[in-house]
T-cell receptor
Framework: DAKTTQPNSMESNEEEPVHLPCNHS???????IHWYRQLPSQGPEYVIH???SNVNNRMASLAIAEDRKSSTLILHRATLRDAAVYYC?????????????FGPGTRLSVLP | DADVTQTPRNRITKTGKRIMLECSQT?????MYWYRQDPGLGLRLIYY???????NKGEISDGYSVSRQAQAKFSLSLESAIPNQTALYFC????????????FGPGTRLLVL
């Protein structure tokens, strides 16, 4: 499985933007980049995913480097509710038997 | 109502006991998964099923078994529980395809004494 590297923890102030980095230097051409987050005492939830182009949705934006070896999840205005563990995951769209591999992720703390 | 439900939400059992964790989903998905999460770690895949007749071992299947009773139901059993199986267990479903978004249940917290 392709691997990702994320910082163990990050801190942000409320209402400020947050940039969560992910390195995936061994990414293949058919790997999609997925982001999930896990709020305290809950199961993970989908945030966003992309292949090559930057993506936006109501929760966040995903910025993908031109060489695809890294990506950044952007929360435009962090709220206290965004405090969670964020997972960056690669999944090969052509490998129908492959599963998601959840690493330890980045624990985001949001300060009021 | 939640799309993915798990029962029980909390369970305390003793070493050597057999227990079953149940998962139901209303999303109509074919794919279902069982994960385990230990404190400070990510999720590890125990078993997965891509349809009713398909069962596959994941990364850490030893000591566990599963049953896919129907498209909507996927159960995880610990035949003889041991203390290092104390963890948080999550069930998930997905519809497959290029997006392959997984939907998780609320988790079952298991303590084996």
């Amino acid at each position: 499985d392709a691997k990702t590297t994320q910082p163990n923890s990050m801190e942000s102030n409320e209402e400020e933007p947050v940039h969560l980095p992910c390195n995936h230097s061994t990414i293949s051409g058919t790997d999609y980049i997925h982001w999930y987050r896990q709020l305290p005492s809950q199961g993970p939830e989908y945030v966003i995913h992309g292949l090559t182009s930057n993506v936006n949705n109501r929760m966040a934006s995903l910025a993908i480097a031109e060489d695809r070896k890294s990506s950044t999840l952007i929360l435009h205005r962090a709220t206290l509710r965004d405090a969670a563990v964020y997972y960056c995951i690669l999944r090969d769209v052509l490998d129908y038997g492959q599963n998601f591999v959840f690493g330890p992720g980045t624990r985001l703390s949001v300060l009021p | 109502d939640a799309d993915v439900t798990q029962t029980p939400r909390n369970r305390i059992t003793k070493t050597g006991k057999r227990i079953m964790l149940e998962c139901s989903q209303t999303k109509g998905h074919d794919r279902m998964y069982w994960y385990r999460q230990d404190p400070g770690l990510g999720l590890r895949l125990i078993y997965y099923s891509f349809d009713v007749k398909d069962i596959n071992k994941g990364e850490i299947s030893d000591g566990y078994s599963v049953s896919r009773q129907a498209q909507a139901k996927f159960s995880l059993s610990l035949e003889s529980a041991i203390p290092n199986q104390t963890a948080l267990y999550f069930c998930a479903t997905s519809g497959g395809g290029t997006r392959e978004t997984q939907y998780f249940g609320p988790g079952t917290r298991l303590l084996v004494l």
